[in-house]
């Protein structure tokens, strides 16, 4: 009898120490979103957001549904009408990566109506759902590594920008992988700065690791899935990670600081197990390690297309990648370079795309200037809506991504600098600042080199925005901000002049 009631007294005691937690951390939430919150125009700036971007949503959902559902869309949606059980999903190795797929299948059983339109619509507000969601995590993350405190003008704006990118609200309105995946990627990729402040109780450090780290592999292998192409910035933020882990622990003079060594080991274990079976099935039916059909992707078409344009215009029907020719690139690269390869020893003929560029170094500075404005021009909503974009439309889109051009070259320059004070001087780099900058200049290399399309720059438009609010941040705060302010705004004049006199002589060349 005393001890059926000291077994129930002991349940009942750690029920209320679960409760007691879960009330605390509850609370602690809550703090923040009050702090956040706090003064009704940093509530009224984050509305703002939400509602601009309703409006965008509203305005792209309703563009005629034969636009929204084609090619790559179609593909997707296509493949996930043919499975009849997840088993079928899992096992799928084909045109396409099954992350994507598996997304639109899950919507396709659970929506019984028989309305192809309703499907799509829902699984495009979760898209859309998500990607504020996302938005709003990024600004809690910034709270919490503090960049910016709760009650700052800067993280409004920093919501108010990045949920209503105008590009990015747009993707949300058809059923394509972008703003999925690099939603994915950003949380994947924030959590590692959320295992920057761990708690001090080891036992409840090593739990928050382990949960961290299983959540962002899930992530970010779940993310590969959705786009493959993803898979070469993944592996570059994950190395660089940790050999900056490594490279810390050598250089702090506190030997005794704690780095993040079993998140990171966790996240890739997890991220293997989440690719592996895919990996295991397309090797199985194509017998090479892949993801999806190796067919798929001709990568020699797309760095020839790359040669000779900064713009893919799908709805052109000229050739398999069809482009809008930039007559400077034709003529110095696409007529000069007949390449039958990406990587070879450096020769006068151009056969490879290293000999090409190096061939003359002048001109493929000019070369990789226009394919970056080209990743940066968001000159229609999606894909196949060159005809039925508003100019309005483009002009505010256009606005939103030169602020995310010179951010880019904020992040370039920012990134150069630490690393020569970390090289000469021997300072410290933060671990996530350094994988994360690696990040970005891998897939902004990676598509230097291929065929332009827009969509491909959203992964780090992220980072370029808050890059631009960190420099204003930190320009306010040095002693010499107005000089300084006044050469970084003039930096910024340029380079949007630039954007902008590139991107408008394309559009004369089109009409």
């Not at 036992?203 to 786009?227: D, E, N, P, T």
């Not at 702090?252 to 997890?270: C, D, G, K, Y």
Request: glycine share 6%; charged share 15%.
């Amino acid at each position: 009898m005393l001890s059926c009631v000291a077994y129930k007294w002991d349940i009942g005691e750690k029920n209320m120490i679960i409760g007691l937690w879960i009330l605390k951390k509850l609370s602690r939430f809550n703090d923040m979103m009050t702090a956040l919150f706090s003064q009704r125009w940093s509530l009224g700036i984050i509305l703002l957001g939400i509602g601009i971007a309703i409006g965008f949503f509203d305005y792209g959902i309703h563009v005629p549904f034969k636009f929204r559902l084609r090619g790559d869309a179609w593909d997707y949606m296509g493949i996930a009408s043919q499975f009849t059980s997840f088993h079928d999903a899992l096992y799928y190795a084909g045109i396409r990566s099954p992350g994507f797929p598996w997304f639109d299948y899950f919507f396709l059983t659970l929506d019984t109506s028989s309305s192809i339109v309703s499907k799509v619509n829902h699984i495009c507000l979760t898209l859309f759902i998500l990607h504020e969601l996302t938005s709003l995590w990024i600004c809690f993350i910034c709270v919490k590594c503090r960049l910016f405190p709760a009650s700052s003008t800067y993280l409004g704006l920093l919501f108010l920008v990045l949920s209503t990118y105008p590009p990015m609200v747009m993707h949300t309105t058809t059923p394509l992988t972008d703003v999925f995946g690099v939603d994915l990627l950003l949380i994947g990729f924030s959590l590692f700065a959320w295992d920057s402040y761990p708690s001090t109780n080891p036992c409840k450090r090593v739990l928050v690791s382990l949960f961290l780290g299983m959540s962002s592999g899930l992530l970010l292998g779940y993310a590969i899935l959705v786009r493959p192409a993803y898979w070469i910035g993944v592996v570059g933020f994950l190395v660089t990670y940790m050999l900056m882990i490594i490279v810390n622990r050598v250089m702090l003079p506190n030997p005794n600081r704690r780095q993040p060594f079993r998140m990171w080991m966790v996240t890739i274990l997890t991220l293997a197990a989440v690719i592996f079976p895919v990996v295991d099935h397309c090797k199985a039916r194509y017998h090479t390690v892949c993801l999806q059909d190796p067919l798929t992707f001709d990568a020699m078409l797309s760095v020839s297309t790359g040669l000779s344009s900064a713009r893919t215009v799908w709805n052109r029907p000229e050739g398999e990648i069809p482009h809008y020719p930039d007559a400077f690139l034709v003529k110095n690269f696409y007529n000069r370079c007949p390449i039958t390869s990406v990587m070879g020893r450096l020769n006068n003929d151009n056969t490879n795309l290293l000999s090409c560029l190096f061939h003359a170094p002048h001109l493929a500075t000019v070369y990789f200037a226009k394919k970056l404005i080209g990743l940066f021009d968001p000159f229609r909503m999606t894909p196949y809506t060159e005809q039925l974009t508003p100019v309005w439309y483009i002009w505010i889109a256009r606005a939103f991504s030169s602020v995310a051009f010179v951010g880019f070259w904020i992040l370039l320059i920012e990134g150069i600098k630490r690393a020569y004070q970390w090289l000469v001087h021997r300072k410290p780099v933060s671990s996530l600042i350094a994988a994360t900058w690696v990040f970005g200049m891998i897939q902004v290399s990676v598509h230097s080199i291929l065929h332009v399309e827009e969509r491909y720059a959203l992964p780090w438009i992220p980072l370029c925005i808050l890059a631009v609010f960190l420099k204003i941040k930190a320009i306010q705060e040095q002693d010499d901000s107005t000089r300084l302010g006044w050469m970084w705004l003039i930096f910024a004049v340029l380079l949007i002049a630039g954007y902008f006199i590139q991107v408008l002589a394309w559009d004369d060349g089109m009409t």
